[in-house]
């Protein structure tokens, strides 16, 4: 395991949940000077989130930050199989302490909000309308965007760098995110639900584990199908791309 790529890894996702949900913190959390800044806000802030944490990892990780794009890189044969578990890791550790630090950060907010379900919106996604096989279609193609156009960077934009995933994550969130929250990211969903669950957050309430599989799986599913489309397409170039 390479301990760099472990460490960049966790540090830029805990950056990206820290900022990510810590929007969500500001614009929900009653006496937030950001209360009710709206999706716009959280939307353009996430992009942002997104950006950071690609700054800080990306030249010594490839700034994954998600194990849905680490899936899509191992399909397409440019990240070894071998080095999935210990992206897997170092994003669920770093979404925990990312999650941790906006509890901590926002702590005096947590008891002046009576609602729970707000309280666990901060750390994770929940559907406009609950209905399980629409909203696990929505992470899908959520996520395939996502993955599909990253895989796509590499051939045309490479100059712009983490600002094209940003602007991604903004456009996703602003087009897609409506329906479920847009996780697009199980480490993103998963990790700070478990916190949410674990931490001694006043007046919370359930951490929804019923719905908790969806924003894993459809990211997953939505991943791994973008890893084989663009193969599919692309194959060819990925050919010409990997090392002899």
Do not use: C
Not at 45 to 67: C, I, K, Q, R, T
Not at 81 to 104: E, H, K, N, R, S
Not at 120 to 139: D, H, Q
Not at 168 to 189: E, F, H, K, M, Q
């Amino acid at each position: 395991m390479s301990t760099e790529k472990f460490v960049a890894e966790l540090i830029g996702t805990m950056i990206l949940i820290l900022l990510g949900d810590g929007v969500v913190a500001g614009v929900l959390l009653n006496k937030s000077k950001a209360f009710a800044g709206g999706w716009i806000v959280i939307t353009l802030a996430w992009g942002l989130a997104v950006f950071s944490g690609v700054v800080v990892s990306g030249p010594y990780s490839g700034a994954h930050l998600n194990p849905a794009v680490t899936l899509g890189l191992a399909i397409t044969g440019a990240t070894p199989w071998d080095q999935v578990p210990m992206y897997l890791v170092a994003q669920f550790l770093g979404a925990f302490i990312g999650a941790t630090l906006v509890f901590l950060h926002y702590y005096p907010h947590w008891a002046e909000t009576e609602d729970p379900g707000l309280k666990l919106a901060v750390f994770s996604t929940g559907p406009a309308i609950r209905s399980p096989l629409w909203n696990l279609v929505s992470e899908i193609i959520g996520t395939f965007v996502l993955v599909f156009v990253i895989l796509t960077f590499g051939k045309n934009t490479a100059s712009l760098g983490p600002l094209a995933v940003a602007l991604l994550v903004v456009v996703i969130g602003l087009s897609l995110g409506g329906t479920t929250g847009y996780a697009i990211n199980p480490a993103r969903d998963l990790g700070p639900r478990i916190m949410h669950a674990i931490l001694p957050i006043p007046g919370k309430g359930s951490s929804d584990w019923e719905y908790a599989w969806i924003p894993v799986v459809g990211p997953l599913l939505g991943g791994a199908i973008a890893a084989v489309v663009w193969v599919a397409l692309y194959k060819d170039f990925i050919l010409k791309a990997l090392p002899n």
